[in-house]
């Protein structure tokens, strides 16, 4: 199976190194979403994964499957797309390959911090998977955690902890996959 592995940033993506085709997409679900959709349009992999780090409000250094994501700043007076759901096939092999790792919903917002009452909040999930979807291409969220929610001192993240938890997590989780 063809993964293409997306993330924010270069250093989310350093630990696949030449594994498998990579997307630094950008900050923010804007720039996710219109950059996933760019690369899906000119490729189409068999699957989407995910990666990055995040916040929470518990856990710094957990690894974190989504199985959900919402789209925490999006509110309309009409019904629009707020949560997406990650493929159940690419989710039950995460399970399989994280043992006993932390699978719950994960916050897409724009702005750090500003997620209502979710555990876990990052940037880009939402954008990425929605480009998925309408796609037609299963997708997956995998996120280390870096610091709390609401902690605006970011020399108190540990952004190296949460991007080596993310190498290794990444890894088992891609090699699951592409076999």
């Given amino acids: 199976m063809q993964v293409l592995v997306v993330a924010a940033t270069a250093p989310e993506l350093a630990w696949v190194r030449g594994r498998a085709p990579t997307l630094a997409c950008g ?38 499957v989504g199985s959900a994501s919402h789209y925490d700043d999006l509110r309309a007076a009409i019904p629009v797309a707020h949560r997406l759901d990650p ?20 916050a897409t917002s724009a702005a750090v911090g500003s ?20 796609a037609g291409v299963p997708a997956l969220e ?13 020399e108190r993240w540990d952004i190296p902890g949460a991007l080596a938890a ?8 891609l090699d699951a996959l592409s076999a």
Wanted: charged content about 20%; overall charge neutral; proline content about 4%.
């Fill in 142 to 154: 995998l996120r280390a955690i870096s610091n709390l929610i609401g902690e605006v001192d970011r």
């Fill in 27 to 64: 900050v923010g679900p804007v720039e996710a979403a219109a950059a996933t959709a760019t690369a899906l349009a000119r490729a189409r992999p068999d699957a989407v994964l995910h990666v990055g780090i995040a916040g929470a409000r518990a856990g710094v250094g957990d690894v974190v």
């Fill in 115 to 134: 997620s209502t009452s979710a555990a876990v909040e990052a940037m880009e999930g939402f954008g990425v998977l929605r480009a998925a979807a309408l």
């Fill in 87 to 106: 493929d159940p096939a690419l989710l039950a092999r995460a399970r399989a390959a994280l043992h006993g790792v932390r699978v719950e919903p994960i």
């Fill in 166 to 173: 993310l190498g290794v997590a990444g890894t088992a989780v």
